[in-house]
Every structure is written in C-alpha cells, then in structure tokens.
C-alpha cells in the first residue's frame, strides 16, 4: 500500500475512533456539569493545565525525533527512551508538590489537592510516548487510534460513576484521568511489546545529537501547549475559577471538531511527509490542507450557529455562561487548522527552529489579546483568543509560500471554497431559525434539532457547489478506507 493510501486510512481510523469515544465523552462531560459546579472545574482544569505544562517543559521534542530521525535505529530508540523517561520523571515530580505556589495566583484553593494525582496520570501517559511514537512511526494508526478511543471510553465511565455516586467531587475528574492513562498506556505498550527496546551502551554523542535536534522543537511545544491552555490560567486570574470553568467548558466544546476531527488527520501528516520526496510534500499540504479544511469547518461553523439552542438544551442554567463563549470560541476550529498541514511540512523537513518561532509569535499573539480585551468582559477576551490563532495560522502559512514557494492560490482555494461552503450553511440555518422563533416555535429543543436538519442537509449541497474538487476526493479516500476495512 503506498505512503498516502496508508496515511488517508490512518487519518479515517484516527477520526472515526476519536469522534466515537468523544461522542461518550460528550455526553459524560455534559452530565457532569450537573454534578460539579464551574468553580469545581475551573479548579480541576487549571491543576491539569499546571501537570501538562510540567510534561512540556521537560519534554524536548523526543517523540519528533523517533518519528524523523530514529526509524530503523534500535541504538536511537534507546537514547531516546531513557532520555525521555528520565526527563519527566525528575520534572513531573517537582510539578507535583508546587501546588500552595499557584493556589493564591489563579484564585483556586483546593489546587494542591488535585494536582499530585493529574500529574501521575500525565506521568503515566509520558511512560508509554515512546511506543506510542514507534507505532506512529510504523504508520500502525489503528492500534493507536484503539488504544485512545478505549482510554477516553475509561475516563468517562470512571469519572461520572465516582461522581454521582461519591462525595469527590473533582477527584472523580483526576481518578478518570489515571485510569485513562493506564488503559492507553497499557493498550499501547501490548500492540508494541518490548522488543524496540533492545538495550545499547550509552552514548553522550547520541545524547547531545537528541538534545540538539529537540531543544527547538520542545521549545516550539511548549509554545503550543501555552498558546492554546495557559488562557485558562489567565480567565481564572482576571474573571475568577467560576468564569474559568465555564469557558473550559466552550473551550473544549468549540474545540471538539479541530481536535477531534483534525487533529486526528494532521498527526499523520508528519510520518506521511517523511516519506514523499520536497515537491511531493507541497502538493500533499495543499491536498490535506482542502481535506482538513472539508472535514472540520462545518462542525466548526454548525457548532457555532447551534450553540444559543444547543446549550439552552444540554446544559443547566448555572452553565448557560457557555452559550455566548462557544459562538465566539467556535471560531478556533476554523482558523486552527489552516496552518497544521504546513506545521507538519515544516517538521518532515527538520527545520525545528522556524517552528519554534512560529509557536512563539502565537503565544505572544494570544496574550497580546487577551490582556487587550479583558477589560471587555470574559466574551470579548475569548473572541480575541480566536483573532490570535487565525493571524498565526496565516502567518504560518505566509512562512512557507515566501521561503518554499508554496503554490499561494491552490492553499488559498483549499480552505475559502469550503469556507464558503460554510458560510452558506450557516446562513441557512440561522435563518430557518430566524423564522422559527417568528412563527412562535421557540423551544430549544425543536430550534436544534430542525437547525442540525437544515445544516446537514445543506453542506453537502453547497460543498459540491463552490468545492467541487475537494468533496470528490474526499469520497474517493472515504470509499477506498472502507473497501480495505
């Protein structure tokens, strides 16, 4: 089977699965805010976030390294795992006992209690990135998408059971946090074994080739990481825990299309691309770029449209704070992955530092706007969140069309005709509802459902009107993923 064959069928595999165990996910996360008030989830969200920046900071671009560099090298695989494993051990353990350090600093008093339990979970997940990263490396998609699908399943049913039927509270959230770890990892490390795992003498060279090659790239994740987790640390600095939780809950529900849906296809990209030769890999960012882009924008926009009815539905009145935050916040799974097919190219080409850079820039974009539009109330400031991550998407873009000579006008096309595709979707749903609530049908429930109706049955109309080109692709690779199972 060939490089982008086996990588379409990954893509497919990853998605499918993610999107069936977020849907559970969903819908357990959805029960849970009857359960838990905003300020107990603030909380537990910013001790998470806390655990994960300790997992960044002490994690220099290891698993890139496996990916680009480490193929068919046992001796490599080995420096890479003992350095990977050693670096978060000794970081993860000192984020564990700074919790009195931040409690005063983002409002939450009940942060040290959460935080030694979220960072064995992220420990846990760290152990097990190295065979994670070997089954990437082998394009075996479908284990990890398994192993990932089954640790989300976990989490849920773990995490809504102890909190409905105990006193934990968010505790519930950090034991469903531990038992994923330890399903995923598990899972991983049996479609693995051991044997990539073949012991060598220990090189310093090796070491300091790791350490250069990763440096540039950790920093670039770390950059990531804060650009798209540190602004729930700020909204509990400036709007308090309560604000806090509510915009982690629009957050992570705008989010669910670009992570789920598209990040599911990007993670392929980078051993895909590794594979093809320079030119190969300009025509595969513009091909995945108008796929991506066809995949995730409608669930993007549709959220978006939906959200007034859907939250009046799903939620209960102490959250319906979401419903304005995920019509501004929706914007993210748009402008987000504009940029990751280039993010990639740029990665299978080694070229760590210009990632670095970039992933700097959206850092100090996003703080730029937050601390602009804060005095604007928690709405306005999740708005210009979205501002930051479409000016760096574009940038990114810019980057490679000036220094590669990427084809502008197809990567332009390959993300505004499904745009407008969008747009013409969105257009009609929110005047079905315009006219709906005219007529005295008003009840959220009857508003939703019709809108996801009119949404569903509009998109594809207007998908093969201004994107022609890229839906019959995308048919053709749905087709061919499913006639090899």
């Not at 984020?95 to 960072?119: D, I, M, R, S």
């Amino acid at each position: 089977m060939s490089v982008g064959k086996r990588a379409a069928t990954g893509a497919l595999w990853s998605a499918a699965s993610s999107i069936s165990a977020r849907i559970v996910g969903l819908i357990g996360t959805l029960y849970m805010t009857r359960l838990l008030a905003p300020e107990v989830v603030g909380e537990v969200s910013a001790a998470m976030v806390l655990a994960q920046s300790a997992n960044w900071m002490s994690n220099w671009g290891f698993n890139h390294y496996m990916i680009v560099r480490g193929k068919d090298s046992p001796e490599a695989t080995y420096h890479v795992a003992i350095t990977n494993w050693s670096f978060a051990i000794i970081g993860l353990s000192i984020a564990a006992f700074l919790g009195p350090v931040f409690e005063p600093v983002f409002n939450a008093p009940e942060l040290t209690a959460y935080l030694p339990g979220l960072v064995l979970s992220v420990l846990i997940r760290r152990l097990g990135a190295v065979p994670d990263k070997v089954l990437a490396r082998d394009m075996r998609f479908r284990e990890l998408a398994i192993a990932n699908g089954a640790g989300e399943l976990l989490f849920t049913i773990t995490a809504l059971t102890l909190a409905s039927s105990t006193s934990l509270g968010g505790q519930s959230i950090v034991v469903g946090n531990i038992v994923q770890s330890v399903v995923t990892t598990g899972l991983i490390v049996r479609a693995t074994g051991v044997r990539w795992f073949q012991r060598s003498p220990w090189q310093w060279v090796r070491f300091v080739e790791i350490m250069r090659f990763g440096i540039p790239v950790g920093a670039g994740q770390v950059f990531n990481f804060a650009s798209r987790y540190w602004d729930n640390l700020l909204f509990a600095r400036y709007f308090g825990t309560g604000v806090a939780g509510t915009y982690n809950m629009a957050y992570n529900l705008a989010d669910i299309p670009a992570v789920q849906v598209g990040e599911q296809m990007s993670g392929v990209l980078l051993p895909a691309m590794s594979s093809l030769s320079p030119e190969q890999r300009k025509a595969a960012v513009v091909r995945s770029t108008g796929l991506m882009s066809l995949a995730v924008f409608p669930l993007a926009v549709g959220l978006g449209a939906v959200s007034q009815s859907l939250i009046a539905v799903l939620l209960s009145d102490e959250w319906q704070g979401v419903a304005p935050l995920l019509t501004v916040l929706s914007v993210l799974s748009v402008v987000r992955p504009m940029g990751w097919g280039v993010m990639s190219y740029l990665a299978s080409f080694g070229r760590n530092r210009t990632l670095m850079l970039l992933e700097a820039a959206k850092v100090v974009l996003l703080f730029a706007c937050i601390l602009s539009f804060r005095h604007l109330g928690p709405t306005w400031t999740a708005g210009s969140v979205g501002l930051a991550f479409g000016v760096q998407s574009l940038l990114t873009i810019g980057v490679v069309v000036e220094i590669d000579g990427l084809p502008l006008r197809p990567m332009i096309g390959a993300f505004l005709r499904p745009l407008l595709a969008c747009a013409a979707m969105a257009g009609a749903v929110l005047g079905v509802r315009a006219g709906m609530i005219a007529a005295g049908f008003d009840r959220p429930l009857y508003l939703t459902l019709v809108e996801i109706v009119v949404g569903a049955v509009v998109y594809p109309v207007a998908a093969f009107v201004f994107a022609r080109s890229i839906a019959t692709d995308f048919l053709n690779q749905l087709k061919r993923a499913l006639k090899r199972g």
